[in-house]
């Protein structure tokens, strides 16, 4: 049953209609909804496939989206460089980006560690320390289009939306608590390999 | 750097020195640009509060300017409204002021000569008074064109400030866009830090300049002083000059204990309700306020406002103060970004 058809069956029955059409609840309503075409740039789609943000709803994703910087880097374009100081965390919307560490000079890359793919994200550190240097220098490897979300947006959410900065800063935390956990139990399988060659030694 | 780099990097350059030749050059429309973008960041933490999540946010901001362009631009309205019967009571005060002076400086001539034998020659009051008529003159010729003035900032300053509410997000969305990825991060957090500081600085200021009035309207009400309010309003809007304000702010205050025949204007009196309103502001209000705002050098404050001053005015001397915090932050991270990669 359509909006007109209910309003013109309600108005028949001789039902008391309220005043006005809520007009600026209906735009929030269709600005909310997912399928609508106004300004689709995809990034609703995009969010929604990341796992980090699972646990936020299709208009958090929609007032998340805002607080976003889209970043356009040619293949080979550094993004950031070791020993940078580093504001922002950024997620790969187009393209693919390799990690590098221990570089030696201004112009050396130092060794390849890690391709990061579309729909992987980088640089959370970033966005958390109060001093941050990056510890790995990021580079396009293809054409890539990167969504940052830096510093001030993250004041900013918490400013505006409270819950939403603190669902978003929680997800944040529980990236670096896995990335810990996965480095723990590295530290543990180095520590043995050591202990191993101590005995063989 | 390849060549598409360089060209964005060229581009974004450009883009800033034209923005900046477009401010220097067209002080008319800077001035209320300017004065808008303050009130901007004074009221941004307010609105924000009011209008997240508002359903009526256009409004909202709409109502806000209302209200604040009322209560700016009234008194100013007020003022010029009666302008003619402030002029009047002007004119007859600043006889009777030429006349007390020219009283006192007779007695004191008088007194020389009595005293030490010479006549001084000097007339202060003729020289002071004909300065007064030129300026006084000059002030007169040129009221339509403040008059006109006012009304165009009656009407740029709300336009502006409707725009910053409503656009600048987005605008400065499309600034940021251009750019370029090598100085992006760091150019972005930097240019939040100053607007931040830049806010908060003018908030503090003002709510330091409203505390330092309304202790010296209530100190000047309480030894019975002439013109409390009036002194205190000056008191508190000089205030925002830093170092040099409370003293600018305590002259009015001592030529009406000097020539006024009011025994109330006690000249011990004002200088013990400043000394006292200053000793507030240095103790308690300043250090919770604005220090922890912008941390500098008390020497380095004092040099940067004589410059100011010299080179923009009394608007020079209210805004350094920011634009030095954020240049010292600016060479600390550059000096940080260079100490890691030397």
Known sequence: MSYERDIAERMAKGEIMEDRLEISLLKYLWDSSPLSFKKNDGYHE????????????????????????????????????????????????KGAVDLYINRSSENDLGEFILKLEKQQYFGEMGLLE??????????????????????????????QYPVMGAKFLRETALIMANRMGQLTKEIIVLRKK???????? | MNRNQRIKLYLFLSILIISTLFLVLFPRLTLPLGFAYIIYLMSKPMTIRLTTGSKKQRMSYFFIILIGTFFIFFPIIVTVYNIDTNFESFISDLNRTQLIIHDKVMSLQTKIFRKYGFQLNIDPVRIIMSKIEAHGLSLIDQFPNYLSLLFEWMLLVPVFLYFFFMESPKLSRKFLETI????????????????????????????????????VT???????????????????????????????????????????????????????????????????????????????????????VII??????IIGMIVIIPFIAFFKLLFKEIYKDLSVNL
């Open chain 1, 130 to 159: 109060e001093f941050n240097r990056r510890t790995a220098t990021a580079i396009a490897a293809e054409n890539t289009v990167l969504l940052g979300i830096f510093k001030p947006d993250l004041e900013m959410m918490l400013e």
């Open chain 2, 308 to 313: 100011a001053s010299q080179l923009s005015g």
């Open chain 2, 180 to 215: 370029p990825n090598s100085i992006f991060e760091k150019s972005y957090v930097l240019f939040s830090q100053f607007n931040t500081k830049f806010g908060e600085y003018i908030i503090a200021k003002f709510i330091e300049a409203t505390l330092l009035g309304a202790i």
């Open chain 1, 46 to 93: 995009f969010f929604k496939q990341i796992t980090v943000l699972n646990s936020f709803s299709d208009n958090e994703v929609r007032i998340f989206t805002k607080f976003l910087h889209r970043r356009e880097f040619q293949s080979n374009e550094v993004i950031f460089k070791e020993g940078d100081s580093g504001y922002g965390f950024y997620f790969i919307f």
């Open chain 2, 218 to 304: 209530i100190g000047l009400l309480i030894i019975g002083f002439p013109y409390p309010f009036i002194l205190g309003f000056v008191a508190g809007v000089t205030n925002i000059l830093p170092y040099v304000g409370p003293i600018i702010g305590l002259i009015p205050g001592l030529f009406i204990a000097l020539l006024s025949k009011d025994p109330n204007a006690s000249f011990i009196g004002i200088l013990i309700v400043f000394t006292i309103a200053n000793l507030v502001d240095m103790i308690l209000v300043f250090p919770l306020l604005v220090s922890k705002i912008v941390n500098l050098h008390p020497l380095l404050v004092i040099v940067s």
């Open chain 1, 194 to 201: 050591i202990i191993e060659l101590e005995k063989k030694l």
